[in-house]
């Protein structure tokens, strides 16, 4: 398996990079990390001509702390997020996303916008930036355009990204006091794995009455795409934080919305049962840190 | 007690700081002038026909140095045991397994090459393909080979002393089942190698191998060469577990390469082509019926086992009896039957790994010990105890335990483990298991049938005096073999070790049947010894004709001359040595005469020092059929606790600690027998846990690469508390024995009992994923209320 030849790019600005990818139209493709891209041209599950890649545009590799929220580039890697202060006091959810994927070797070069372009159901940063309804920033010769995240995703693979859009980055909303969030994956082993069910959720409570002011849990890995779990979330609100609640938030995210498949990685049955187990999971931890 | 200076000790690595520093030579390091690239054309389905080859476009190709198929190769069988040779290095008539050989290509670059195989172009006619043992021995199956109706490869069956009785002699009979699955080695270095054909009609192979030995014999048999004009050597190795133990068709096609195009040729498999290839451990699956006194004394095994073997027999045959014989310990039992099957099918064929044959059969039966132990309230390591082989025992199949330590294991992992505490008092979704196993150190026998020693070891002596030189033919593959040899030439010499210079791996450097079935240590250890201590004696021979001192009233230890008694006057000796060193600025002034004055005077009364060692076992075991398989001159045994978490809401286990015993005869490097402790348990909790080479339906490995293929990572792997026992083995060299696979036999019941211990559930298929034991905790908690 070798690396097919192709031309490569490396635009310093991300108007250069419009323009070349205007160039060479569908035949150009964008780089970022390589982790999915450079596997997929080996297996030549995809080919192209000319790639371009975006790691010297400044500003796309940047996290930065705005008043009401977090701006993180696209180029950002892995370990940069972990890393980073502000995700790490406000954004645990994602740092433990960035955390779990791969190895050492592939955090140091893997971006969240790479995770997101491609689209995985399984994607370890997806179900946190569902969670914290983070916005795609994305940019084409024709303007910008923000793009909630719960929108983005349209199946394995497949996003409402055109062909001759950059995505620029993620803003991610601060989540407000009495708020906390989690993310769990499970696999066969305990790292470098590839998710059989990786599950995140978010909840604001009202610290005096307890009862729940918002709340968001994300399902990977059991549909054709990362998914919200809109009815679990819908028997939450306004209701008291705790464990009946979760567990019957649990069942109903179980039964209702999640729709696995049986593949080489586990099958539906399990991956259903254990939407339940993580949904609760989550749902208990982040209720912790929002009363802590 | 006998004191060591070099054995026994920490002794770093002779190979490290070439590995550390990147400057270790590997395979695919090496670029020879001219060289070309080989690549092969590999069947893409699982069985067909082959009705044409037509190779014109790829000859065509500009770079293209020459293709070749069957027709060029002939058609001479080859494998692994004599007894059964059933491969071709190319497909002749039909292909049996997705990645079957049908051409290979050398060309300027691998890129021609690839794009070469690319067009040749191969009519198939596809034939119906089975996939499982059960599918392959209906009625009416596929047939893979014609010789073999029935697709059955192999059967053994064997019964010592009287199993129906014993049985019926039990008051407590347990039979259950075990499935595992097939594995990958998963080694570091993917298979890869040189050929170079000189002018003179000798062809040396430059290969990732276990058994430079058998490589050549094979490559000279299949090419209808001399064995005297082929070389094989390999350079420094990235592990093979028993993979590389046999000769593979891309070694011989790049010979057959490299004769036709004058050329050198180098060849690789990529990490999909190792999976392709295959060659690792089988999926078994066994049928144990174990019976015991209510006192807890073993009566009699039933065993059973099937035998999923792939489109060849490769090291199958010796598979299918060691899944036998290897039951036969370490407990005394005088009852014993099996039957065994193993089944080709259109798959890459199964072979060696680590623990061969034996790992699943023993999985499935130490968890039975521990059925028993709770029918009949007795600890399991009690029942362990009680029923336990000692020293000098031998089984009923006719292994002979010269030295045993399994008591002593036993006993370490209890204390080390804390067991008498723990066991018993687990809090709720924690458990502690414990298993003991056993293994050869070294089989009996060569593979083919011979007489030939097992290992030859040369040893000289730099003529300038003080260096010993080792030659072996013995593979180091990371094990550190080489370093062993290293310290039992100068520990047997009574040099340091840094005066020894080792080089390995050459059939030009005599016979060593290589690494596998844990041999060298014992094997080529004793050659080795042998050989050091020739080379020791002519030196002592030289000083006492100058001397007039009694050879045996002298000694070498650290580099110095010991002498009984009082030292002679050995001025003249050190004078005449001086003198030949005027002007240098290190001549020797210690007390003691030294070891590098009495090896140069050595060499200027008898010209080089030259000592040869030799070993093979001698001969052993029974004499019924398929004896020849498990006997060994020494065997090695180890006792394991594990200690495990089970998060019973999602099915997923946590190993927190292992405790591991074993006895390996003698240490002669304490380090690496710890390495080869925790390597063994590294791959044993990969196959329990989540290691499973998986297929689809048309018989295509869907996870050939290791981020789907799940070996252990370091956060899976958990603490290990290694105990090295000592028996001291007669049969050993210094009286060591093997540690490389006996370390694995008891890591997977160990945990499987845990998980137990753990969960209340018993699982009886392998890997021991999340799902897999959900399922086994949503059962029994069904059970449970029902009848309740
Ligand atoms: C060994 C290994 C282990 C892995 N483990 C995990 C894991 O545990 N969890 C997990 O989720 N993933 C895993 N992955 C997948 C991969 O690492 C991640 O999806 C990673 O985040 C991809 O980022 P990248 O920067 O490498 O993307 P690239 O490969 O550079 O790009 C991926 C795709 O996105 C497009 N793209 C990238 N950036 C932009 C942009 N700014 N605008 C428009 N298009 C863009 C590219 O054109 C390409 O099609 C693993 C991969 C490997 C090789």
């Not at chain 1, 549909?223 to 464990?243: H, S, V, Y």
């Not at chain 2, 070891?595 to 020092?609: D, Q």
């Not at chain 2, 370091?714 to 060591?736: H, L, Q, W, Y």
Request: net charge negative.
């Amino acid at each position: 398996m070798l690396l097919p030849k192709f031309e490569f790019h490396e635009p310093e600005s991300i108007e250069k990079a419009l323009v070349l990818k205007k160039q060479f139209n569908s035949g150009a493709r964008f780089l970022a990390g390589g982790t999915d891209l450079l596997v997929y041209l080996k297996k030549k599950i995809v080919s192209t001509d000319h790639v371009i890649s975006l790691q010297r545009i400044e500003g796309l590799g940047e996290i930065r702390e705005n008043e009401s929220d977090l701006f993180i580039g696209a180029c950002t890697t892995m370990a940069a997020i972990s890393r980073h202060p502000a995700v790490q006091k406000r954004f645990c959810a994602l740092k433990s996303g960035a955390d779990n994927m791969g190895t050492h070797l592939i955090r140091n070069r893997a971006t969240i916008g790479g995770n997101v372009c491609n689209a995985s159901p399984a994607g370890d940063t997806l179900p946190a930036l569902l969670v914290y309804d983070a916005a795609a920033l994305v940019i084409s010769p024709d303007g910008k355009r923000d793009i909630p995240l719960r929108d983005f995703f349209k199946g394995p693979g497949k996003t409402d990204l055109k062909n001759d859009e950059i995505l620029t980055g993620f803003r991610l909303p601060n989540p407000p006091d009495h708020s906390g969030a989690h993310y769990i994956q499970l696999g066969k082993r305990k790292s470098a794995e590839i998710n059989v069910v990786n599950a995140a959720s978010f909840l604001t409570i009202d610290p005096g009455a307890g009862n729940i002011l918002s709340v968001r849990i994300a399902l990977g890995s059991v549909a054709p795409t990362p998914i919200r779990a809109p009815e679990a979330e819908a028997a939450l609100m306004g209701n008291t934080a705790g464990d009946d609640a979760f567990n019957a938030a649990a069942e109903i995210a179980r039964s209702r919305d999640c729709s696995p498949i049986d593949d080489f990685r586990g099958s539906a049955a399990y991956r259903r049962a254990m939407v339940g187990v993580l949904t609760k999971r989550t749902l208990a931890a982040a209720f912790d840190q929002a009363r802590a | 007690m006998k004191s060591y200076d070099v054995i026994s000790t920490r002794a770093n690595r002779i190979d490290t700081p070439d590995k550390a520093t990147g400057k270790a030579v590997f395979v695919d390091d090496i670029t020879l002038p001219g060289m070309l690239y080989g690549a092969l054309l590999q069947s893409p389905h699982a069985h067909a026909k082959i009705l044409s080859i037509d190779t014109t476009e790829a000859e065509k190709l500009p770079g293209v140095k020459a293709v070749i198929t069957a027709k060029e190769a002939g058609q001479v069988k080859y494998g692994v045991s004599p007894a059964r040779y059933d491969e071709t290095v190319f497909a002749v008539d039909k292909v049996r397994y997705v990645g079957d050989e049908i051409a290979a290509v050398a060309a300027t670059s691998l890129d021609v090459a690839l794009d070469a195989v690319s067009r040749i172009k191969v009519t198939y006619e596809e034939l119906p393909a089975v996939f499982t043992v059960e599918d392959a021995v209906k009625d009416g199956a596929p047939q893979l080979h014609d010789e073999f109706k029935g697709n059955l490869c192999a059967e053994v069956h064997q019964e010592f002393g009287n199993v129906a009785e014993g049985l019926e002699n039990s008051d407590i009979v347990i039979t259950t089942e075990m499935k595992s699955k097939r594995q990958d080695g998963a080694f570091i270095e993917m298979q890869g190698c040189i050929a170079e054909y000189d002018n003179r009609g000798v062809l040396t192979l430059t290969s990732s191998t276990q058994v430079p030995h058998y490589v050549q014999r094979t490559v000279a048999m299949v090419l209808g060469m001399d064995v005297g004009k082929v070389r094989v050597k390999k350079p420094y190795v990235g592990a093979g577990f028993g993979i590389k133990a046999a000769a593979n068709p891309m070694e011989l096609a790049c010979c057959m390469l490299a004769k036709k195009t004058k050329k050198p040729v180098k060849m690789n498999f990529t990490r999909e082509q190792v999976f392709m290839y295959g060659r690792a451990r089988h999926r078994f699956h066994h049928t144990i019926t174990t019976g015991a006194k209510k006192d807890g004394t073993l009566m009699a095994l039933k065993h059973e086992c099937w035998l999923d073997g792939g489109a060849y027999t490769s090291f199958g045959i010796a598979t299918v009896y060691y899944t036998g014989s290897l039951l036969g310990g370490p407990y005394k039992l005088a009852n014993m039957s099996y039957d065994g099957y193993r089944v080709y099918n259109n798959k890459p064929a199964c072979g060696a790994q680590r623990g061969h044959g034996a790992v699943i059969a023993r999985a499935c039966f130490e968890q039975q010990l521990d059925m028993i132990a709770e029918k009949i309230g007795m600890d399991p390591l009690e029942l362990r105890i009680k029923n336990m082989m000692e020293t000098g025992d031998t089984t009923c199949n006719d292994l002979n335990m010269r030295s045993f330590g399994m008591a002593e294991c036993i006993e370490a992992v209890r204390n080390g483990s804390d067991w008498d505490k723990k066991k018993g008092h687990m809090p709720p979704g924690k458990g502690i298991g414990m298993a003991c196993g056993f293994f050869v150190s070294g089989a009996g026998y060569p593979i083919y049938r011979s007489d030939t020693f097992h290992g030859t070891v040369i040893v000289k002596l730099t003529e300038d005096g003080g260096t010993a030189l080792v030659y072996t033919a013995s593979a180091e593959i990371g094990q550190g073999s080489d370093t062993a040899f290293a310290m039992i030439a100068a520990e047997a010499l009574g040099i340091p070790l840094e005066n020894v210079r080792l080089a390995s791996g050459d059939t030009d450097m005599g016979v060593d049947l290589g690494a596998y079935s844990s041999r060298q240590t014992l094997m080529t250890g004793h050659a080795t010894k042998e050989a050091a201590e020739n080379v020791r004696r002519q030196v002592l021979e030289v000083l006492s004709e100058q001397l007039n001192v009694p050879v045996e009233k002298m000694d070498i230890r650290n580099g110095f001359i010991e002498f009984d008694g009082d030292t002679p006057d050995f001025s003249a000796l050190r004078t005449r040595y001086i003198k030949e060193h005027r002007g240098w600025t290190d001549n020797p002034d210690s007390d003691k005469l030294t070891f590098k004055e009495a090896s140069r005077i050595a060499f200027l009364e008898r010209g080089s020092i030259v000592g040869t060692g030799k070993y093979k076992p001698h001969s052993l075991g029974g004499k019924f059929k398929g004896a020849a398989v498990g006997t060994s001159p020494a065997y090695g045994c180890s006792a394991q606790v594990a200690e495990v978490t089970v998060d019973m809401d999602t099915g997923q286990i946590t190993i927190d600690r292992i405790t591991d015993a074993h006895d390996c005869g003698k240490a002669i490097n304490m380090t690496s027998v710890e390495g080869q402790m925790e390597g063994s348990i590294s791959m044993g909790i990969g196959e329990a846990m989540h290691e499973e080479v998986i297929f689809d339906n048309q018989g295509r490995v869907l996870n050939h690469d290791l981020a789907e293929y799940k070996i252990v990572t370091s956060m899976d792997m958990p603490r290990v508390k290694t105990i090295v026992v000592e028996s001291d083995e007669p049969n050993g060299p210094f009286g060591a024995k093997e540690v490389g696979e006996g370390a694995i036999m008891p890591t997977i019941p160990a945990i499987l009992n845990a998980v137990y211990d753990a969960a209340g559930v018993r699982v009886y298929e392998l890997p021991l994923t999340p799902e897999r034991v959900f399922h086994a905790i949503q059962e029994y908690r069904e059970r449970t209320r029902a009848s309740a």
